[in-house]
């Protein structure tokens, strides 16, 4: 198996592999894998509105990005759905962007 391990001050916190893998994990835990895709895929259409809340308020992706205390690359990321931001991230977004319960939203 070919598995990438990322740390986080010398700890072990993401393990990163091969989609066809993972799908193989999946199905030896009993999970079907188009339920993995279906609820990733759920996220999408409220990141898919970033860009344009974003725009509505008259920020730059820097500016949002540096508000939220993340990286301008991880929010591009974020932006074109390359990345997947965490819950805190999140409610951090939807805090600037003053949107109420915008991280919840399917």
Same mark, same amino acid.
């Given at each position: 198996?070919n598995?990438?391990?990322?740390? !986080?001050?010398g700890? =072990?916190e993401?393990?990163v592999? =091969? %989609?066809a893998?993972?799908?193989?994990?999946l199905? +030896?835990? $009993?999970? *079907? =894998?188009?339920t *993995?895709? @279906? /609820? @990733?895929? /759920?996220?999408t259409? +409220?990141? /898919?509105?970033?860009?344009r809340?974003r &725009?509505?308020?008259?920020?730059?992706a820097?500016q949002? @990005? !540096?508000?939220?205390?993340?990286?301008?690359?991880?929010?591009?990321?974020i &932006?074109? $759905?390359e990345?997947? =931001?965490? *819950?805190?991230?999140? !409610? +951090?977004?939807? %805090?600037?962007?003053?949107? +109420? $319960? %915008? &991280?919840?939203?399917p």
């Open positions: 198996m598995v990438q391990v990322i740390e !986080r001050d700890e =072990p993401y393990a592999l =091969p %989609w893998q993972y799908q193989a994990l199905q +030896a835990a $009993g999970q *079907a =894998p188009d *993995a895709v @279906a /609820s @990733a895929q /759920s996220d259409p +409220a990141l /898919s509105q970033l860009t809340l &725009e509505a308020k008259g920020l730059s820097e949002l @990005a !540096r508000q939220v205390g993340i990286s301008p690359h991880y929010m591009a990321m &932006e074109s $759905g990345r997947l =931001p965490d *819950a805190a991230i999140q !409610r +951090a977004l939807a %805090w600037h962007l003053g949107v +109420a $319960g %915008w &991280e919840s939203q």
